[in-house]
């Protein structure tokens, strides 16, 4: 498919081949992104312009101090954004009967995506404007529950309507809370339409790319398309770095292992709950002697050799590490920048 778009492209000015500059396939990429983002431009602009244009795009992000292309996109960054151009515009690689990405369905998703946005914002009053609005936590994580409760009630497949896991809580009246199991699917269906649930938190956060939301009522000109395509990667770089970020945390690496499926890791992971349950147990015990000699109900001398080394590992902090090198660190709740 990046083939097609990164091969062809002639430059009007002196009908040499721009696109030898973008050797590197990630770039290559990263310009059929641009073609596709650029679809409401069709109709108003040939489509070799709006391919040279989308080339100058990535020509100017490469025009760095040290020559680097897309220098202020590091190289995990380049790699995180490629594999969630593939994710979004190729069939996943394990589909046994793969067939192509329709590029309107994943826009229309997109779209779909982005009316939750535009909802909360009217619907909790805070914002006058649903455009260039940052939308906080708890807004996104509402956006969120209103997408998964609003997928859940409409598009479930035969075989899912029904089943008591996609039975929505409605316990008051605006109830939009989701089980574990329900936020797992939702995180699923995100992934495969998406690439990733990052990208609709981002959407959710700062609304969609303004190339895909422009208003129809503007001229749709080459200046336009030009400052739409700019603002188009660098949303996705802005987003492609964040992922990076995140990703950087301590605990990121075992929290991807515990939704391995491999065996071994599997057997680590049950083996880290044996501890972690173990470690909990001995804090319990701990802090209940800790009140039993402070309150005088039992001194130490009361205490047998288990209840004493228990009471003295409590106090002297080893417990308590025990505890924490067997704990999975809480990991910081996604938040894209600017």
């Known amino acids: 498919m990046y083939g097609e778009h990164a091969t062809s492209s002639i430059s009007p000015d ?14 290559e990429k990263i310009v059929a992104l641009l ?25 100017r992000c490469g025009d760095t101090p040290n020559g680097d292309a897309l220098g202020w996109l590091h190289t995990d960054a380049l790699a995180k954004l490629s594999q969630i151009i593939d994710i979004m515009m190729l069939p996943h690689p394990k589909d046994l009967n793969p067939t192509p990405i329709e590029p309107n369905a994943t826009l229309a998703f997109m779209r779909r995506v982005a009316r939750f946005r535009d909802e909360v914002i009217w619907s909790t009053g805070r914002h006058t404007a649903t455009e260039r609005v940052e939308l906080n936590e708890d807004d996104v994580s509402l956006c969120y529950q209103r997408f998964g409760r609003n997928y859940i009630t409409h598009d479930l497949l035969p075989h899912q309507i029904g089943k008591p896991v996609y039975r929505l809580r409605n316990k008051f009246d605006g109830d939009t809370s989701l089980s574990g199991k329900q936020r797992s699917f939702v995180d699923n269906i995100l992934h495969k339409e998406l690439g990733s649930k990052k990208v609709a938190s981002r959407i959710w956060q700062y609304g969609l790319p303004r190339i895909i939301n422009i208003d129809m009522r503007l001229r749709l000109d080459v200046r336009l398309l030009q400052s739409s395509m700019d603002e188009c990667i660098q949303w996705y770089v802005s987003l492609a770095n964040d992922i990076t970020a995140h990703q950087a945390q301590t605990g990121y690496a075992g929290q991807l292992a515990a939704s391995s499926l491999d065996q071994e890791e599997q057997q680590r992971r049950r083996r880290r709950r044996e501890a972690l349950r173990t470690a909990r147990d001995a804090m319990r015990l701990g802090k209940s002697l800790v009140v039993q000699r402070d309150s005088s109900k039992r001194s130490y001398n009361d205490m047998d050799d288990t209840e004493q080394q228990a009471l003295e590992d409590y106090e002297t902090g080893i417990t308590k590490r025990a505890k924490l090198s067997h704990t999975i660190p809480r990991m910081q709740q996604f938040r894209s920048s600017r």
Do not use: C, K, Y
């Open 35 to 59: 073609l596709w983002m650029s679809q409401d431009f069709q109709r108003a602009i040939p489509s070799n312009v709006i391919h040279n244009t989308a080339v100058d795009t990535i020509i």
């Open 14 to 27: 002196d009908g040499t081949e721009i696109l030898t500059l973008l050797v590197d396939a990630d770039l």
